[in-house]
């Protein structure tokens, strides 16, 4: 699992509960935005001009995680395979605009619940979108355990 990073939003006002439903509109209606938000160079760019259809290497959903009814923010499912490349991850998101100090425990426990529940993945990033870089997401050092996948 890669920490692909932090895409941050500083600056902007008005971010509130309805955040959510606006990067879920903005990546059903071209999924292929995640790939902006993954390091340079990591995997493969798309092409994302004026006339491009935004879905040509990924298709998006909120998946819900079954067993304590977690939802996802998000899931990029690379259209040249379901088990994603190490050029073309499946990307998990969360969008998180406020302060949580149990988010990182909350993320890993959401990520690896959806591992279990798609085994047939092989390459996965995780994307975290916040409003700036500042936010108390927990402690500033994983867990040990936690600490060999960030």
């Known amino acids: ?5 932090w895409a941050g939003l500083a600056g902007v006002s008005g971010w509130g509960l309805k955040t959510d439903h606006w ?3 903005l990546f059903q209606s071209a999924p292929d935005l995640i790939a902006l938000l ?3 160079g990591a995997f493969a760019a798309p092409e994302l001009g004026p006339g491009a259809p935004g879905d040509v290497l990924y298709r998006f959903e909120a998946p819900e995680l079954k067993a304590a009814n977690h939802r996802l923010d998000g899931a990029f499912w690379p259209k040249n395979g379901e088990a994603g ?5 499946v990307v998990l998101l969360e969008v998180q ?5 149990c988010f990182q425990h909350r993320l890993a426990a959401q990520s690896f619940r959806f591992l ?3 085994p047939h993945i092989e390459h996965v990033a995780l994307v975290v979108i ?10 500033a050092r ?3 355990p936690l600490a060999l996948f960030w």
């Open 142 to 144: 994983p867990p040990l």
């Open 85 to 89: 490349t190490p050029e073309q991850p």
């Open 38 to 40: 993954l390091p340079p």
């Open 116 to 118: 279990q529940q798609h």
């Open 97 to 101: 605009m406020f302060r949580d100090p």
């Open 23 to 25: 990067f879920y509109g």
């Open 1 to 5: 699992m890669a920490w692909a990073g």
């Open 130 to 139: 916040t409003p700036h870089s500042r936010l108390r997401l927990g402690p």
